[in-house]
């Protein structure tokens, strides 16, 4: 029968249909192979392979058995001529992925034609239940499994078509660089062929296409299929790892740039200034620049409004910056309110400059934050690339310089780097220094001046003064250091001190029965600055100073410069019961306006009003007036400068109030104030002393 089935002609006549039936009647696989081809499978075949009723056979016999290869199956290659059979295992590929071990024989029919008689039947007991767990152990792996051999799909996982969109039945006998290798990715597939045929094994990331097209990461790992010994092919595992590659993109990104405005980082923008460092070298026609950009006034806004105003106008800030710049340039945040531009591609300083106006211009528009209107601006440094450049870093420090430059000539401009500027700079820094050093090393201390009513002599009251003291001994003033604490922030932690010292200083005077005022000036950044009020509370709290005998002095030009906000924090003064004086009073023309808008307890005089007293004319009735003024509003007057007894007399008779300057008493350490508290008064004669006088004080101006 088995004979029969060798010569079986598979056209449609009566003989070929009775072998039909016959083959089909046997309980055994019978498979018909020509020239390497599944010709033929009967009824009992075709149930295993999954084919329909009728349906025709011609596929590869690798595409049908995995296993029958020469190596496996001895009668696989007959010599010519001549029948041969031999026993073999292999497994069968049903077409719905699954796999069915079997065993048989393999009979050669005709060498010459590669014609041979397949007849198996299902594995034996002891492997069939292996098989079968194989199957569910690869359908139960969470990750994609497909087994190729000789570039084609022998089978493909549930987690196959889960991950990629393909079925078994779609990806059996198809080769992978068709449905899920990009084309981008096909020079892969040598690589991951060599790698496990030298290796024995290669794990990888790379990225494959699903069904639908889309592309996803995925960690691979290849592996050779080994049949009797024999490498035949491999089989491959995918994880899917686009979850693990966005978290690392995000972590790269970060690391490389400011969370909060999305802008490059320092180190980015370091790394892309060297890139254009390089090009300058090779071009030599071209050559690169830096804006170094800083805001005027953030620290205000920080102070005034709180910090996520601050944070705010950062991230506004930066998208005007995007908007303005070209796609080679790039825009970075270094830190705080401190920004970098590179420009790049550039003939000269002619075109850095024209970029610096554009950015100038931009950020000069008003920013509406938290419903606030605010015009910030910026101080721009300007620097180009020169021989004199060696680093990145050397022009950035140049460009910073300019923009110290800007900021010292009142900010909102540019300023272009040149070597004298450089000169000015180091010399400003080292001030910086020398004022950073005296703060650490606690160089200075608070002085105090005396008040006086200037009918009675009777003392009223102290203001508080800083003075600078050196390892020598020395004692100077301290009014040019504290303006450049302003322009570098100490002065707000220098206030915050000098508050709490003058509150204990008033607390030990109250104690001692003496009843006096002490007044302390607020900075502009300190008045303006967002917690002023809350500190000041834990201050009263931890001191136990009575509020109402604490003056604080504001300047006149503090007060000018936001005067809505200027209203609201010394309202909440007020409330408290702070006393507010109006420093250097009468030195613009908007100080009628405080006396009628604010709440103001005290004026003082500026000390050009005060020399105005003997001046008569005009201005003598005008001081005369503010008096009057001062009277009908209950503000009490107090001139400050008073250097002379003319001065003394003049202001006496236009009701003055108050005084003070060095005819009473220049400034004195602690300890000679409390002996001034204790003494009580000055007295006022035909010729003007003090009761206990008191000897100027060494480098006090």
Known sequence: MLRSAMSLNLSHNSQSEQQREVLDALPVLVLLERAGKIVFANAEARQALGLAEGEAIERPVEDVLWGLLPETAEGSTPGAGGRRSSPFHATLLARNGRMLPIEGTYCVANGELREAVIVAHPGSRDRAPRSRLLEEVLASIPEAVVIVHEDHVLYTNPGFTTMFGYTSEEMSGAHPRNLIVPETRLHELAMVSQAVNLRGRLAMETVRKTKSGELIDVALLAGPLIVNGTSVGYAVSYRDIGDRKQVEAKLQHDAMHDVLTG???????????????????????????????????????????????????????????????RPQDTAARLGGDEFAVLVDNILNIADLEAVARRISAELQQNYTIFGHSIQVGASIGVAIAGPDHETPEALIRDADYAMYRAKQDGGGRFEIFDRHLEVHLTVQQERERELRHMLEQRQFEIWYQPVYLLATGRLAGFESVLRS???????????????????????????????ESVCRQLKSWSEARYELTLSVNLSERQFYQHDLVAHLIRILAGTGADPSRLIFEVAESTLNKDPDAAVAVLQRLADLNFRIAVDDFGSSLAPMNHLVKLPIDVIKLDSRLTEAAVAGGKKAAILEALMHLGRSLSVQVVAQGVETLAELEALRKMGCELGQGGLMSVPVEAARAQRLAGLGRWTIGPVLRAVDPVPEAPGVG
Do not use: W, Y
């Open 263 to 325: 802008l490059p980082n320092r180190g980015l923008f370091l790394d892309r200034l060297a890139l254009a460092f390089s090009r300058r070298e090779r071009h030599r026609d071209q050559s690169c620049g830096v804006l170094f950009i800083d805001l005027d006034r953030f620290k205000d806004i920080n102070d005034t409004l709180g910090h996520a105003a601050g944070d705010t106008l950062l991230t506004t800030m930066a998208d005007r910056l995007r908007a303005v710049l």
């Open 469 to 499: 003291t050196r390892a020598e001994g020395a004692v100077d003033g301290f009014r040019d250091m504290f303006t450049l604490a302003e322009e570098t922030g100490f002065s707000i932690s220098i206030g915050r001190e000098v508050v």
